[in-house]
């Protein structure tokens, strides 16, 4: 147990008192332990999605759960990955444990795409990655990180921010602070609001940005204004922690990176979450690799060591199945190459999409939507009162969240019609 009690834990031998009391006390049933633990509210987002399942209404939409549809309403397997699948079937011969950094190929591959072939930090050698479950994990394990580091740190998050940050990053126990981000009345961000608010940002804290396609707004900074928050991050000393979960699905893989790399080449540290939920569909295979960028290799190591040891508290190690796939594509010029004409595809569907919607809402309800035009990746905000999306939900079987926002990717040729008319009928 002197092990444990070095590393922080206080693991108490059985003394002889707790034993006789142990044996004495059998009849304990009066009190059991989960007896009296109460159901939770269903998640907000998950929650809507099952209820949109679970509705008879053959009309209904479901612009709920932020994963890429086509126009058929699948979400469907890039054909990448069904090739890497069948090459994988042929040459897997275990199942064995990954390392816990995870997959070799999938950490260099995940590098490169997110920091760039040419990137600096990659070639100073100051770069480490850990292999996790999803973005989710990659932010959990980034924030568990963070504590190490500064338990006292606090986290700057943007108003409004994807709700799920919250319990991920607040159950390691850090603190948040909110700074303005998306205006309603412009639909885009409030940068002036922004600025003001990180101007409270120190050393030791962390502002957690999106590198693009925000959720749930898809209002993105431009690169000069990354720019104003790398000088800012280098003035004041906080540290940016980048959740990049939609790379790719904003104007492309090169161009949603921008933002983020501009951060990399300007600070010693960056904390990125980095997920292949979205662009390689790998949604449930769990998929995402936290990455540091650190001042130097030796620092990389230690944080490396560090997120290892967290990773053994949570879960051990990371799901095999996504990231071997994620490798060879990544690492691959011929799959590599399927799979990006692939994400292209979709990509422009989207930024197609999000012209025919607003059209269609222009129509059927008049005023200006030319904001769905200008935001990037599956998010929007419709603009509707929460009692709005309730009554869509209710009455005509269109769900999307209290906030209104929606899955641009849950509209297709067959919806978009009612999805408008509805719309135009709770206004
Ligand atoms: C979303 O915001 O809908 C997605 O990121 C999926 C999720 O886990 O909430």
Known sequence: MSGWRALGYNVMPVSADREAAVDTDINHWGTLMLQDLQPLPV???LGLAAACRAD???NKVDLTVGIYMDDRGICPVFEAVKQAQRALETEEVTKAYLPAAGDENFNLGIQRLTLGEASAALAEDRVS????PGGCGALRIGA?????AAPGARVWLSDPTWPVHIPLLGSVGLEFQAYRYYDSETHGVNFDGMVQDLKKAVVGDIVLLQACCHNPCGADLSLSQWAVIADMAEQQGFTPFVDFAYQGFGEGLEQDAAG??????RLPEVIIAASCSKNLGLYRERTGATIFVCRDPANARA????????ARRIYSMP???GALLAGRILTNDYLGGIWRAELEVMCQRINGLRSTLREALEVRCGGDYSFIEREKGMFSF?????????????????YMLDSSRINVAGVNTRNIDYLADSVSKVL
Do not use: K
């Open 319 to 321: 799901p095999a199945h």
């Open 43 to 45: 998640d907000p987002i």
């Open 303 to 310: 944080v490396m060591s560090q997120a290892q040891a967290a």
């Open 56 to 58: 008879p209404n053959p």
């Open 382 to 398: 419709l603009g509707l009162s929460a009692g709005q999306a309730q009554r869509l939900r209710q009455d005509y079987g269109v």
């Open 260 to 265: 983020l790399r501009l951060l990399v080449a």
């Open 129 to 132: 990655s850990i292999q996790t």
């Open 144 to 148: 568990e990180i963070v504590h190490a």
